[in-house]
Each structure stands twice: as structure tokens, then as C-alpha cells.
């Protein structure tokens, strides 16, 4: 839906440049050209994000099954680290060899 509403509000961004600029051709078409790679840099970056959020959260859910995630060259299980949901970084227990060490979900295959 939000797709929908920005390509109307472009429309009209390009309609108004059109109709009601005294610009010349060259001028409409540099900012055409220069709105359209903001847009189409703003839409690579949103699948980028939503990417990385993907990666993520298979990460999280294979740890909250119990399974053994690698992060940088780390096993991360259950037994050994916590996970910190606001963050989604992995903490080591305290009973563990890994007391204290902090591993981002992100790092995480």
C-alpha cells in the first residue's frame, strides 16, 4: 500500500514539474533523473533491511529451538549464552566459558 501511495505522490511531484515550472527541458529531466535514484536507492536499502531483519531472525528462532548457531568462529547454544531480545545479542552465562562475551545475531550464519 505504501508502494502504491509513493508512486502516486511521485506522479504528481512529476505532473506539477511538468505543468507548472517554467524550467527548460535539460533542467526537468536532471531532476527527474535525480528523484528517481533517490527513489530507487531508498527501495534498495528497504529490501537490504529487510534482508538483514530476515537473517536475523532465522538466527534467533534456530537458537530459541535449542540448535547450535555459529557466530564468529563461536558455537552459541542454549547451555553456554542468553539471548537479549531487545538487542538480539547473545550473552555468556555466567557458568560458562564464555562468561561475559557479547555476540551480535547479526554475525551469526
Known amino acids: 500500500m505504501a508502494y502504491i501511495i509513493g508512486l502516486i505522490v511521485v506522479a504528481l511531484f512529476f505532473l506539477s514539474l511538468h505543468y507548472f515550472t517554467e524550467l527548460t527541458r535539460s533542467q526537468k529531466i536532471t531532476i527527474s533523473l535525480l528523484t528517481l535514484s533517490i527513489i530507487v536507492a531508498a527501495i534498495a536499502y528497504n529490501s537490504y533491511s529487510a534482508q538483514q531483519r530476515e537473517s536475523i531472525m532465522q538466527t534467533v528462532t534456530k537458537f530459541e529451538q535449542n540448535k547450535t548457531v555459529?557466530?564468529?568462529g563461536i558455537d552459541v547454544n542454549s547451555t553456554?549464552?542468553?539471548l537479549s531480545t531487545g538487542t538480539y545479542t547473545f550473552i555468556g552465562k555466567k557458568d560458562s566459558p564464555y562468561y561475559g562475551q557479547m555476540?551480535?545475531?547479526?554475525?551469526?550464519q
Not at 555476540?103 to 551469526?108: L, Q
Open 103 to 108: 555476540v551480535s545475531a547479526s554475525k551469526c
Open 80 to 82: 553456554n549464552f542468553t
Open 70 to 72: 555459529r557466530c564468529e
